[in-house]
């Protein structure tokens, strides 16, 4: 069935470093992605968007690559800072289905000072 | 602060009662989604509207929930004869028409005992 999955659960920097979140996604139809950071007893904070008609996108310290040939999309975050530790959902949706988001389980950054 | 605002932020309730959550959206949005949230799960997308239309309502999880949107501003998402089972986060999310970011509320967290 379409999904949207992440491949780490968990994921543990060191301050300063770079950090790489991955997600996967299965219906070549989506065409518009987006990462959302969400905080302990919060909502889904918007961080960055594509869409299917580019391959990477640069915003402040974060970038999201997209590779519709595997159907694969990734966060980088730069300098990771301690404000960074959160859980972080990648998400699709097709223009032709409401632009509903399919979200996929989460992986938790954990940023060690 | 012209965000996306929910009331209430928590609600305990017992089996058997009937619960109503608010939302209301960033002014300018003519879009309004609403999706639910389970411990470690990604939101999950149940209803949305455009202006006063509900456009999707097949994926609301029982004939218990329904929403509305009467005039095209606020919504309300009701859950008749509430179950243990529809313990979760209530989030709503609003956005322009298409493929633009969902900005989400804080949420409701609903507690059925």
């Known amino acids: 069935g379409e999904s949207v999955g992440l491949h780490l659960p968990t994921l543990s920097v060191q301050e300063g470093d770079n950090s790489i979140i991955n997600c996967a996604y299965s219906n070549s139809a989506s065409d518009y992605f987006i990462w959302y950071k969400q905080e302990s007893g919060k909502g889904p904070q918007f961080i960055i968007d594509i869409r299917s008609n580019m391959d990477k996108r640069q915003g402040q310290r974060v970038t999201v690559l997209l590779n519709k040939t595997v159907k694969h999309l990734s966060l980088q975050i730069a300098a990771t800072q301690p404000g960074d530790s959160a859980v972080y959902f990648c998400a699709e949706s097709r223009s032709n289905a409401g632009n509903m988001l399919t979200f996929g389980g989460g992986t938790r950054l954990m940023v060690k000072p | 602060d012209t965000g996306v605002s929910q009331d209430p932020r928590h609600k305990i309730t017992k089996r058997g009662q009937n619960v109503t959550f608010r939302c209301d959206p960033i002014?300018?949005?003519?879009?309004l989604y609403w999706y639910r949230q389970t411990l470690g799960q990604g939101p999950e997308f149940l209803t949305y509207f455009q202006n006063e239309a509900q456009l999707e309502k097949s994926r609301l999880l029982s004939d218990r929930f329904s929403a509305e949107r009467p005039k095209g501003s606020f919504s309300t998402l009701e859950i008749q004869r509430t179950e243990q089972g529809d313990s979760a986060m209530y989030l709503c999310a609003s956005s322009f028409p298409g493929p633009y970011e969902q900005y989400f509320g804080p949420g409701t967290r609903l507690t059925v005992t």
């Open positions: 002014s300018e949005h003519n879009r």
